[in-house]
């Protein structure tokens, strides 16, 4: 009997030590995600605060969500006048440091919708990272004129 206790006993500790490993794996707080819906099939774009919390660095290599049929990690820019968005093959995120997706800058777009996305509506992303690792988000869709998440 007393076997089987310490038996149960280290099962229990080392299932409970694997799910905070597994909970930990990123080490990203994400906050402020929201998501420009834009008229009709035009595309959307997703913006979002990444906090990485570890020591190392990170590499945001793609997106994906359930609510779109494509999502591709984007950047805008502005040069000599004339603006210009590009594809990313990666973004790093540093050790201790914040990644902002945000209008003008980075953001993940988001492609033909799989049913209609409405303002008040959550979307979810999920960030794919270099080391097989994902970044959950939440996005909050709001209407086209929207210039951040509350406004």
Do not use: C
């Not at 093959?89 to 003008?104: I, M, N, R, Y």
């Not at 800058?105 to 979810?124: C, R, S």
């Amino acid at each position: 009997m007393r076997y089987r206790s310490l038996a149960a006993a280290l099962f229990l500790l080392a299932g409970t030590a694997g799910i905070s490993h597994a909970a930990d794996t990123t080490g990203v707080q994400v906050t402020g995600g929201w998501l420009r819906v834009l008229p009709g099939s035009l595309p959307a774009g997703g913006y979002v605060t990444f906090d990485n919390t570890t020591d190392r660095a990170l590499t945001i290599v793609g997106a994906e969500s359930p609510d779109y049929a494509e999502a591709m990690i984007h950047r805008s820019s502005t040069e000599g006048g004339m603006g210009r968005m590009e594809m990313m093959d990666s973004v790093a995120l540093p050790p201790k440091g914040k990644l902002t997706f945000a209008p003008g800058g980075y953001h993940v777009m988001l492609m033909q919708a799989k049913h209609p996305v409405k303002p008040g509506e959550k979307v979810t992303v999920a960030f794919k990272l270099s080391d097989g690792g994902t970044i959950p988000a939440t996005l909050i869709a709001r209407p086209a004129n929207a210039s951040g998440p509350t406004d």
